[in-house]
């Protein structure tokens, strides 16, 4: 155990193109989000795990004596990670005082972390001290991988602290990276993460939250892209829940009445996300960025169309694509749909005063909105003057953990 405070980024993620249409064999376009999840872990003294989420009120410790059963419940290689089985999982839930039947964040974040807390930790046959604190500015549940980025600094913190891979050197830089063997392993873990989570994840998320930049996911192989510029968008969260479940078998009901009208649709949107794909390489390559972005925002009103005549949209969405519209932007739904988020691109030369105003006009609505830049770097170890005044306090002035088991 490294006797070192680290201090882990991860970021979030959004569908740029290619949600749903994904399910049934196309191309979708999965870019890095510049909101993020900060992780800090010291080594302890008074051998306790403690563990803290201030996002969701969650303050808990356990005696390191009282988890030594997670050193033989979990047969785990650190190098080569496997999911946990359903049997160690539903040990993991009666251990931690959880109810049958869980589904909030709570209980999710607390399985997966004593979950690769263990596997990580059996490394070394031992299991250490330490004091973690994690805090997002993912908003959660809202399709924006909070839970991945969650599961990458879960699994970048503990494995670099354990020594399974190398801790690697600021030298004055505000951040670090892990070489690209190192981050596979640290997707690997994180995924094994998500799926305590979420049982059947497709991948896409964690791996955003590793490599950062955008990724192309097609019939289950994901490639990162090269060459991917920085994109300035709003993001929206309508804050109207929806079940991703029953939108999807909501498009596979249409696909399987309607086949001769609704794979034409598919087809047109696994072209929307090529052809995206294609206009992002120009402008990385010097293109005319104004003529690119025009496409750019044709693409999204066109796949916008698409999106409600599959029948995932809604009259939250409709609304924040009519008043971004009214300022000359353009938006499109981001993830499951039916309420949810949304993104509006925002071109290079548009002026503060457009963004304000729609931000103010969206906020009035009663939604969300943010700011921020897609196609940023993948999990970072961060030096503590890199953070800012907020979240540097958030991490390292928080209380420590109040309730034991």
């Known amino acids: 155990m490294t006797n070192k405070t680290l201090i882990v ?3 979030g993620k959004v569908i740029l193109h290619g949600e749903h249409a994904v399910v049934h064999g196309k191309v979708a376009l999965a870019v890095s989000l510049n909101l993020k999840t900060y992780l800090r872990i010291q080594p302890g003294s008074d051998e306790q795990v403690r563990l803290y989420l201030p996002n969701i009120d969650t303050h808990l410790s356990w005696k390191t004596k009282n988890l030594q059963f997670l050193l033989t419940a979990i047969d785990a290689d650190v190098q080569n990670p496997k999911a946990a089985s359903k049997e160690l999982v539903e040990q993991l839930r009666q251990y931690a005082g959880i109810s049958e039947g869980y589904a909030d964040a709570m209980s999710l974040s607390i399985l997966c972390f004593l979950y690769l807390y263990g596997a990580i930790s059996s490394s070394n046959s031992q299991l250490p001290s330490v004091d ?54 640290i997707n690997k873990w994180a995924f094994q993460g998500e799926k305590v989570i979420h049982g059947n994840p497709s991948g896409v998320d964690n791996a955003v939250g590793t490599w950062g930049g955008m990724l192309r996911y097609h019939a289950g192989k994901i490639d990162p892209l090269s060459r991917i510029p920085n994109l300035r968008i709003l993001l929206t ?24 009208i609704m794979k034409p649709v598919l087809d047109s949107i696994d072209a929307i996300s090529c052809e995206c794909e294609r206009i992002l390489n120009a402008i990385a390559s010097g293109g005319d960025v104004n003529e690119q972005y025009t496409i750019l925002e044709e693409l999204i009103d066109i796949n916008q169309h698409h999106l409600n005549v599959i029948g995932v949209g809604h009259s939250s969405l409709d609304r924040l694509c009519q008043v971004t519209a009214g300022y000359g932007l353009h938006s499109k739904l981001t993830g499951a749909g039916g309420g949810g988020c949304g993104l509006t691109l925002l071109r290079p030369d548009t002026s503060p005063s457009v963004v304000d105003a729609s931000k103010r006009a969206l906020k009035d609505l009663g939604y969300d909105c943010w700011e921020t830049n897609i196609g940023g770097s993948g999990v970072s170890l961060q030096s503590p003057s890199s953070l800012q005044k907020d979240i540097f306090h958030l991490l390292c002035d928080g209380k420590t953990a109040n309730e034991e088991f």
Not at 140 to 161: E, F, K, P, Q
Not at 164 to 181: F, S, V
Not at 241 to 257: C, I, P
């Open 132 to 185: 973690i604190v994690v805090w997002s500015e993912i908003p959660i549940g809202a399709g924006l991988g909070s839970s991945a980025a969650y599961c990458v600094c879960l699994a970048a913190a503990l494995l670099t602290a354990s020594g399974a891979i190398t801790c690697p050197a600021l030298q004055g830089k505000d951040i670090a990276k892990w070489n690209d063997d190192e981050l596979e392993l």
């Open 9 to 11: 980024s991860a970021p």
């Open 237 to 260: 969260n309508t804050k109207v829940l929806r079940s991703t479940k029953t939108l999807v078998a909501g498009v596979k009901d249409k696909l399987n009445k309607l086949p001769s």
